[in-house]
């Protein structure tokens, strides 16, 4: 079994599509592009431009339309990376761990949504579970980015196995919603956020106050780390003022 986590998933990032217009004033540039696509497809390398037709708009992309889509079919599973507040930065899987033998010693990985249950690496288990803004953006960014190229015609199950299939756009905007959903009460009264601090719950002094975590549990979405991350995890504003809110 392959590790499965987010690094693997950040070559969605890399993603920019090219107007077809723009390129016509630059003929030279757009010759040199073709040459570069037949030489890499000639040597049988990988092709950044997946498709290079003289109609419309070109898609530079480090991952191809099948490969996209089976990066989604993880990337929106329940039972993978998606959680009810976002993506987390190790599959679900590996509740049952990766484990390697080197020299007679074992290492592995174990999916931890929360903090770590060992002290390794200092027992910081940042990026073996838990959700984390920054990241979680730049996926509905770049999902956005493919979207604006291949339109409504691509569509992806959100989440994965619910027969619900929607655009890229819109799985951008689910996203963004479980993004939000932490911060937002629920059906009793509560946020995600606070877990089960029942002091930001009831408390009227303190139940209107928002902290900004440095990233959040894998499973239940509340806030753990640094609670002044107004920089990265502030971002959910954007999320907010670009979508329905």
Do not use: C
């Amino acid at each position: 079994m392959k590790i499965r986590s987010l690094v693997g998933l950040t070559t969605l990032f890399a993603v920019m599509e090219l107007d077809r217009e723009k390129l016509k004033k630059l003929p030279n540039f757009y010759n040199r592009l073709k040459w570069f696509q037949k030489y890499r497809e000639a040597n049988q390398e990988y092709l950044v431009i997946d498709e290079l037709e003289d109609h419309g708009n070109i898609l530079l992309s480090l991952v191809p339309q099948d490969r996209l889509l089976r990066l989604l079919h993880a990337l929106f599973d329940e039972n993978e990376f998606l959680s009810k507040g976002g993506i987390r930065s190790v599959s679900k899987i590996h509740k049952n761990p990766y484990v390697v033998n080197i020299a007679g010693q074992e290492f592995g990985l174990t999916y931890e949504p929360g903090e770590s249950t060992t002290g390794l690496f200092g027992g910081n288990s940042n990026w073996r579970g838990p959700v984390w803004m920054p990241m979680n953006y730049l996926i509905g960014h770049s999902l956005r980015a493919y979207a604006q190229h291949y339109g409504d015609d691509l569509k992806v199950e959100f989440p994965t196995g619910s027969e619900h299939w929607i655009t890229l756009e819109q799985a951008a905007d689910e996203l963004s919603r479980r993004l939000v959903s932490i911060f937002q009460r629920d059906e009793l009264g509560q946020r995600p956020i606070h877990g089960e601090n029942k002091h930001y719950h009831a408390d009227p002094h303190f139940r209107d106050l928002l902290l900004f975590y440095e990233y959040f549990h894998g499973d239940t979405a509340h806030g753990l780390g640094a609670s002044h991350q107004t920089g990265w995890t502030g971002l959910v504003a954007e999320l907010i003022d670009k979508s329905m809110w």
